[in-house]
């Protein structure tokens, strides 16, 4: 009996401390398991600010076109001051008005008194309505026989074959053959009076009407 009695003491000193050992190593364990188990924290993935397009506004200058010039560099609508610079030592303003003439009614200040080419010498006018350039009329200074007949030929070679042609019969002959084009009328008016000694010879150009 005295035998047996160390050797069950022993045998439960052992189990116990079998039981301490592995209340110990099962937390321990548990833990183990738990952190392997547990999902990695999410990375946090950062987000660069977004950069809007750059905005290029065009600007597109629309440029108006000059008219054609009508009559050597004049052109319709010029003022008087413009018109006077245009042709410089020749158009000058006139001390008194000047009448266009029995075909165009109406006068004006701004003249080329003596303006030479195609071998006859013109008298130029330039009339105008509101400052604005609307006519330019010229007279054949001492026309001769074939004056007449030979600015109808330089007209018809530049602008073609007239669109109308209009002749008025009093003591003086007279006349029209005009040229319609969409910047302007060109009308050459040739007026004879034989048994008096009459010739004129005018060429009148006119800004298209504007109805």
Known sequence: MAVAEPRRVMAIVRARLRFALGSLVLPTVLAACGTREQAPPAKTQETAPSVAPATTTTTTTTTVPSPPPVWRTARWGMTKAEVLAAFPGEAQRLAQPANFGPQVAGTTDVAIP????????FRV?????????NRVHLSVMKAGDAACGDLEKLLTEKHSTPSDRSTTQTNVRTEQIVWKRPEQTITLSCSEALGLGYRSVTLDYSAPSKT
Not at 114 to 121: D, I, S
Not at 125 to 133: C, H, N, R, T, Y
């Open 114 to 121: 003596a303006y030479e080419t195609e071998g006859m010498k």
């Open 125 to 133: 006018l330039f009339g105008f309505e509101s400052d604005a350039l």
